[in-house]
């Protein structure tokens, strides 16, 4: 059971933002783009609370959030509860909505509503529905970036991070302790004769009388008892507080130690009640959603993948994490397809990508899925750019970087871009289907064997322009001479069917026809560029660099250009700047 849905009204910069959930959410985005916002709205639909005024995109429209709750287990509820709820439940999903009108108005005009599937329409609250979220969703764990880790570890509270592993202590003292906890009754039930027993202390009885007295000196007949229940051992851990100690061994208050420390003990607890929750067997009860904005705060990079695993067990069990991130770490390969990607649109509004899980379910039927899906997993950096150029090369991730930097002054980075590869020419076009389907405006960088042996039969190229057809001609004519083998398609191959290796490898075959053929290959180049697609017009960016394909010299010529400040050592320079310009 779990919100599988939130869709979010006039709340901060969510001004009309719906966004899909899982059991495990990270969030991701720029600075000030409104990830915050969304886990402050999921909290406000789960916790009641009257929002001011600087809470509402506009002060004038109500203010509300919904979602949906799927998998409903109806048994959680009493049976009053359950009757209220089942009539709106379709295919086992209840969606409902908080709803303030406007700023500051009294607590009472918050409500909870549902949807009505048989008005299509949301309906005023029906008796109990309050309630039943509350046992269905109880109060969220909600953990806020810059919040001292003090309040939530720091002093027992039932759903701080203290208190729900003190819970799974106590679930084990009540199983374990039977005859102790009976014993410690006991003797508070002789503490408690103290108090109210025969063998009370007589100040209490002359307290009692005195009082009573200055209350009928006021209202006759009136009198003051005082009475004392013996505790129970739920009421004394609720008491309870936590102090931290150092190498020293002094306990002091966990807001006296730095952030670092704070945080570090702040998300190891954390760990322990997962690790707590899976040996009990998963959270009795309804499903307690963990929000936690910027987790990784403080923590060095191991901590942080200890804390990704962490939460991922949580959302095993009955807890749905949904957090904010800065850190690809606390994504990891494995769920960077399903990461939402907010960003702030022209008009300043939080605005969310589609999942790029969702766009590559459209490309099953291609060949090449498993490794685009591949190369996208592994490029976690891309969920934190808005800017992607996708490279097939080794050469371009290790020099353009550099390139960019020398030319623009800064880095890509800097202006919010990431260089992907991809594991092959072929997989460059689906990875940019993917990407165009999230929102991005993905560009890619390809040798000229791209536009012969992709652009064609992707339709960005027509087989039968006579450019393409010319250079092919030129293979044609000048295979023998080269030494070089053509295949069925007219291009380069290593070798001929008969297994006789070719003189010139295909790359640099097409690097001796980019040499003379270079109006034609010109005008293809600029066709491609039209597409978002750079095409190297020398055959590869080594003909443009002047080196060949070790690390030693690619090394060697990131360095010259470092030192010089300019790329002039490259065989074409302009043409560096102006793929530099060009990104």
């Known amino acids: 059971m779990r919100l599988s849905e939130v869709t979010i009204r006039n709340f901060c910069s969510c001004h009309n933002l719906t966004v899909p959930l899982a059991g495990f959410n990270p969030i991701v985005g720029y600075n000030n783009s409104g990830k915050s916002n969304i886990l402050r709205a999921i909290n406000w639909l789960l916790k009641k609370a009257v929002q001011p005024a600087h809470m509402f995109h506009d002060a004038a429209a109500p203010m509300w959030v919904a979602g949906v709750i799927e998998d409903v287990n109806l048994a959680l509820l009493p049976q009053n509860q359950q009757l209220a709820v089942a009539p709106f439940l379709i295919g086992g999903a209840l969606k409902v909505r908080r709803i303030q009108p406007f700023p500051g108005c009294p607590v009472g005009q918050v409500k909870v509503e549902v949807f009505?599937?048989?008005?299509?329409?949301?309906?005023?609250?029906?008796?109990?529905?309050?309630?039943?979220?509350?046992?269905?969703?109880?109060?969220?764990?909600?953990?806020?970036?810059?919040?001292?880790?003090?309040?939530?570890?720091?002093?027992?509270?039932?759903?701080?991070?203290?208190?729900?592993?003190?819970?799974?202590?106590?679930?084990?003292?009540?199983?374990?302790?039977?005859?102790?906890?009976?014993?410690?009754?006991?003797?508070?039930?002789?503490?408690?004769?103290?108090?109210?027993?025969q063998n009370r202390m007589a100040e209490l009885a002359i307290f009692e009388t005195d009082a009573s007295n200055a209350i009928a000196s006021f209202f006759p007949g009136l009198s003051l008892h005082l009475n004392f229940a013996t505790p129970s051992i739920e009421e004394i851990f609720k008491t309870s507080t936590v102090t931290l100690s150092d190498v020293q061994g002094s306990p002091r208050p966990i807001s006296s130690f730095g952030h670092g420390a704070q945080r570090s003990a702040h998300m190891a607890l954390i760990k322990l009640l997962a690790d707590m929750t899976s040996v009990a067997g998963g959270n009795p009860g309804g499903t307690i959603v963990l929000?936690?904005?910027?987790?990784?705060?403080?923590?060095?990079?191991?901590?942080?993948?200890?804390?990704?695993?962490?939460?991922?067990?949580?959302?095993?069990?009955?807890?749905?994490?949904?957090?904010?991130?800065?850190?690809?770490?606390?994504?990891?390969?494995?769920?960077?397809?399903?990461?939402?990607?907010?960003?702030?649109?022209?008009?300043?509004?939080?605005?969310?990508?589609?999942?790029?899980?969702?766009?590559?379910?459209?490309?099953?039927?291609?060949?090449?899925?498993?490794e685009v899906v591949f190369s996208l997993q592994a490029a976690t950096h891309l969920l934190f750019?808005?800017?992607?150029?996708?490279?097939?090369?080794?050469?371009?991730?290790?020099?353009?970087?550099?390139?960019?930097?020398?030319?623009?002054?800064?880095s890509y980075v800097h202006d919010k871009g990431c260089l992907v590869p991809g594991s092959s020419s072929s997989s460059l076009l689906p990875m940019m289907t993917i990407l165009r389907a999230v929102g991005y405006t993905p560009k890619a960088l390809a040798d000229l064997d791209f536009a012969f042996k992709v652009a064609p039969n992707s339709g960005l190229i027509a087989p039968a322009d006579p450019d393409i057809l010319a250079c092919k001609a030129w293979f044609a004519a000048n295979a023998a001479q080269f030494n070089v083998f053509l295949g069925d398609d007219g291009l380069p191959t290593k070798q001929s069917p008969q297994g006789v290796w070719s003189t010139l490898k295909p790359a640099e075959a097409f690097a001796q026809m980019a040499q003379v053929m270079v109006a034609e290959v010109g005008r293809i180049v600029t066709a491609l560029r039209a597409h978002g697609i750079w095409i190297w017009s020398g055959g590869a960016i080594e003909a443009h660099?002047?080196?060949?394909?070790?690390d030693t010299a690619r090394i060697g010529f990131v360095n010259t250009a470092r030192q010089n400040g300019n790329l002039n050592h490259a065989t074409s320079p302009q043409d560096l700047v102006d793929l530099a310009h060009w990104m």
């Open 116 to 197: 009505d599937h048989t008005t299509n329409d949301w309906s005023d609250n029906p008796a109990g529905l309050d309630n039943a979220l509350t046992v269905l969703f109880p109060e969220p764990l909600y953990i806020e970036a810059m919040e001292n880790a003090g309040e939530d570890i720091g002093k027992f509270a039932a759903k701080n991070t203290i208190g729900l592993l003190l819970k799974q202590v106590l679930a084990k003292i009540h199983a374990q302790n039977a005859p102790a906890i009976a014993a410690m009754q006991a003797a508070f039930s002789d503490v408690s004769a103290f108090l109210a027993g």
């Open 291 to 370: 929000l936690i904005d910027e987790p990784e705060l403080c923590l060095h990079p191991q901590a942080v993948e200890l804390l990704r695993e962490s939460l991922l067990l949580l959302s095993t069990q009955n807890f749905q994490v949904i957090f904010s991130t800065h850190s690809p770490l606390l994504i990891g390969h494995a769920h960077a397809l399903q990461t939402l990607m907010i960003y702030k649109g022209a008009d300043n509004r939080t605005a969310a990508r589609q999942k790029l899980q969702s766009a590559a379910t459209a490309l099953h039927a291609h060949p090449a899925q498993a």
């Open 385 to 410: 750019s808005e800017k992607v150029l996708l490279v097939e090369g080794k050469t371009e991730m290790m020099l353009v970087p550099s390139i960019y930097q020398v030319v623009r002054g800064h």
């Open 545 to 550: 660099l002047g080196i060949g394909k070790k």
